[in-house]
Nanobody
Framework: QVQLVESGGGLVQAGGSLRLSCAASLRAFSVYAMGWFRQAPGKEREFVATINWSGDSTYYADSVKGRFTISRDNAKNTVYLQMNSLKPEDTAVYYC?????????????????WGQGTQVTVSS
């Protein structure tokens, strides 16, 4: 059974940092593109960042570009989201997603597996 388990969320003050991790039980994890999405209360789920199978190609939402960094360690079947200079508007549940294609993708419909999410709250 495929599982994606996020960790690292929490409460942080504006300007602070958090590092999210997503451990995947996917077979052949290294061939999957991975992504991070988030959903704030009363809003639709939105794209945050994505990374291709090898980790050498990434793409970010404009709202997080320059502040967030997605990376992966294929030896550990783990993808990360380093979040710096956090703002109150970054408050949301953050979801990890896996795509059974090697190239990254920004649409949620292109992902086959999802984690349960981890809460990130940024106080002003």
């Amino acid at each position: 059974q495929v599982q994606l388990v996020e960790s690292g969320g929490g409460l942080v003050q504006a300007g602070g940092s958090l590092r999210l991790s997503c451990a995947a039980s996917l077979r052949a994890f290294s061939v999957y593109a991975m992504g991070w999405f988030r959903q704030a209360p009363g809003k639709e789920r939105e794209f945050v960042a994505t990374i291709n199978w090898s980790g050498d190609s990434t793409y970010y939402a404009d709202s997080v570009k320059g502040r967030f960094t997605i990376s992966r360690d294929n030896a550990k079947n783990t993808v990360y989201l380093q979040m710096n200079s956090l703002k109150p508007e970054d408050t949301a549940v953050y979801y990890c997603a896996g795509r059974s294609r090697s190239h990254y993708y920004t649409g949620s419909g292109g992902y086959d597996y999802w984690g349960q999410g981890t809460q990130v709250t940024v106080s002003s």
